[in-house]
């Protein structure tokens, strides 16, 4: 990180000539503390910012607590809002003011990390004698600043501890959990956004984070975002991100949802030297919206044809199992192949039978559907293969094409397949077998052409062994195979979560509707049997019994939330072992990763590597 190499003994300087023209003294830094009441309140205005990052402070605190050190939070005035760890330290440094509700700015106490890095907005630390008061020679202080997604100043994270604990890997630990902090704040912001991870190379360390409104204006991004594309308060709201990077339209160019797995090559506007490395990391867009990267005003969709409501750029994706499944999908699409959709009911197979028709060169012709269990069976036949004029009572007097016959030249989407009796099946494969279709009545068989997609719930093969499904059939039909994973094994729950709310504010034409943490803890862990399909119907139910656009976990249907049981956190015994041994060996040797590296006999890449998992799910 650029900014570490800078000569941190300047800025000491610089913050040294400040100290002394603002006459800091010991006395007068004493009492430059909040009284009980007036800390409450003052903590009250910075209530939501210290909630975000209270797994965070709750992580390090942990990891910190037997190591006579401790972790603070401060605000942009340097009033400590936070500081936990070792019990101890805690204590020890009540006498030089290292509490809730003292002021650590430059101008009350000189020199130290927290109130030199709110002035200079760079990672620095300070330590032993470097601190300008005499009192606090016994600390080291390593603090990193904490900016919003608009480059504005935010808070100050510090690690403090006996100065002559200190390693200088302690300020990269600290500045490394500054920037996680800031990405955490830009992803779960409330504004309906696009974020894009930019990176110099492939699979890059530091990615720079750069958000993008609806209408392809850059509002935000991270510290190396703001770096990399020199993003100020002139660039942000007012510029439009093609205007900074070339080549964006196929990453912003596209309805709501569909997340990319695939990076694509970007360059600056000002250099085609410089090159970036750019993926979609979330997208929470409302839905039936794309963009014109060349202009700020909205565009409906393109669709290709009606009949097909979804394609893939409709899906929403981030989780690994679901894009391996939408990947085969896409390329399955492309050719006539008959494919097979299985997964639980609600998981989306009807959406990906009508997104891989509309990515399929069939995409102008009929796309038809028919469910083969939700029609009678006395029924089913007509509605396959259609009828001829007067084949039977209540006929229409023109005769009647089937399902089959409509799609001519297009797809059929067979759902429920497992359902179709044993005489269709044996009447389908016929049809499989020569491509024509004799209706009900009629002795001139018909020739169709059509592409068939297939859809269960249940395991097809079990009922060919059973005998309920024909194998010949089985065999026919199974093409590819593409299993959707059922909403409880996928990791983007939470995402998907956000995007569904984002289209029934649509839909209840209100503002911004938000989930609340025990809302957020009931998404991730509760099974949801009906899969996606359940999720939105009880989003929506909880969106209209919400106040103030809040969903709480009391809005929640009474069915889900009586058979809900939050969450104990369990956390794996081994890896706890492992995580403690590492952290406790780092803190005797002052941050040593080498040395520490050393004692426990494992790889400096694994002592890194325990290092960036420092903030937790952040």
Not at 163 to 192: N, Q
Not at 410 to 420: P, S
């Amino acid at each position: 990180m650029k900014t570490l190499l800078e000569p941190t003994s300047v800025f000491l300087q610089k913050s040294w000539e400040r100290s002394r023209m603002n006459g800091v003294n010991a006395l007068t830094a004493k009492d430059a503390i909040l009284e009980h009441s007036q800390f409450k309140q003052y903590r009250e205005q910075k209530e939501e910012f210290m909630r975000e990052i209270s797994p965070t402070m709750e992580h390090l605190a942990y990891w910190l607590k037997s190591s006579y050190s401790i972790v603070i939070i401060c605000d942009t005035s340097g009033y400590i809002l936070e500081s936990k760890g070792d019990p101890s330290f805690l204590k020890d440094t009540e006498k030089i003011q290292v509490h809730q509700g003292a002021c650590w700015s430059e101008q009350v106490r000189g020199t130290n990390s927290a109130g030199t890095v709110i002035v200079e907005k760079k990672p620095l630390a300070v330590v032993g004698k470097e601190h300008y008061l005499e009192a606090n020679h016994m600390l080291y202080c390593a603090a990193s600043p904490i900016f919003d997604p608009y480059g504005e100043l935010l808070a100050v994270l510090d690690f403090s501890g006996l100065s002559e604990k200190y390693h200088p890997s302690m300020l990269g630990m600290v500045d490394a959990m500054a920037r996680k902090i800031e990405d955490w704040l830009l992803i779960h912001r409330p504004e309906r956004q696009v974020v894009l991870s930019l990176s110099p190379q492939l699979h890059g360390a530091h990615r720079a984070l750069v958000a993008v409104n609806s209408d392809g204006v850059v509002i935000g991004g991270n510290r190396e975002a703001q770096m990399l594309l020199r993003l100020d308060k002139h660039v942000l709201g007012n510029t439009l991100l093609s205007e900074l990077l070339t080549d964006i339209e196929p990453l912003l160019h596209r309805p709501t949802g569909a997340v990319r797995s695939d990076t694509l090559v970007l360059r600056n506007t000002e250099s085609e030297e410089s090159k970036w490395h750019a993926s979609v990391l979330l997208d929470t867009r409302p839905p039936q919206t794309a963009w014109s990267t060349g202009s700020k005003v909205k565009q409906k969709p393109i669709r290709r044809n009606a009949s097909a409501l979804y394609s893939f750029h409709d899906i929403y994706g981030n989780d690994e199992p679901f894009l391996t499944a939408i990947r085969l999908a896409k390329r399955a699409a492309i050719t006539d192949y008959t494919i097979m959709l299985s997964g639980e009911s609600g998981t989306g197979k009807d959406i990906v039978s009508q997104a891989v028709h509309l990515a399929s060169p069939r995409a102008n012709k009929p796309f038809v559907a028919i469910n083969c269990g939700a029609i009678p069976k006395s029924l089913l036949e007509s509605e396959l293969f259609g009828y001829e004029a007067g084949a039977f009572t209540g006929a229409k007097q023109s005769g009647q094409p089937g399902k089959i016959e409509q799609a001519h030249e297009g797809t059929l989407f067979l759902d429920e397949i497992a359902e179709m009796p044993l005489e269709m099946q044996v009447a389908l494969l016929r049809v499989l077998q020569d491509f024509t279709v004799t209706r009900i009545g009629g002795t001139r068989p018909t020739h169709v052409d059509v592409r068939i997609i297939t859809a269960t719930h249940t395991d097809l093969w079990k009922k060919v062994q059973e005998g309920s499904f024909r194998a010949d059939l089985f065999y026919r039909l199974q093409g590819v195979h593409i299993i959707l994973p059922p909403l409880r094994e996928r990791a983007d729950r939470l995402q998907l979560a956000r995007l569904l709310l984002a289209g029934i504010e649509t839909e209840l034409n209100q503002g911004p509707l938000s989930l609340s943490a025990a809302a957020e803890q009931l998404i991730e862990h509760y099974p949801w049997p009906g899969n996606v399909r359940q999720l939105s119907a009880a989003l929506r139910e909880a969106a209209f019994l919400s106040e103030n656009g809040r969903l709480d976990i009391s809005c929640f249907p009474p069915y889900i939330l009586s058979s809900y049981q939050q969450p104990q956190k369990v956390t794996s015994e081994l890896e706890k072992l492992e995580n403690d041994a590492i952290v406790e060996v780092l803190l005797k040797t002052g941050g040593n990763v080498s040395q520490t590296a050393r004692l426990l006999g494992i790889g400096r890449s694994t002592v890194y590597r325990k290092i960036k998992k420092l903030s937790g799910p952040m």
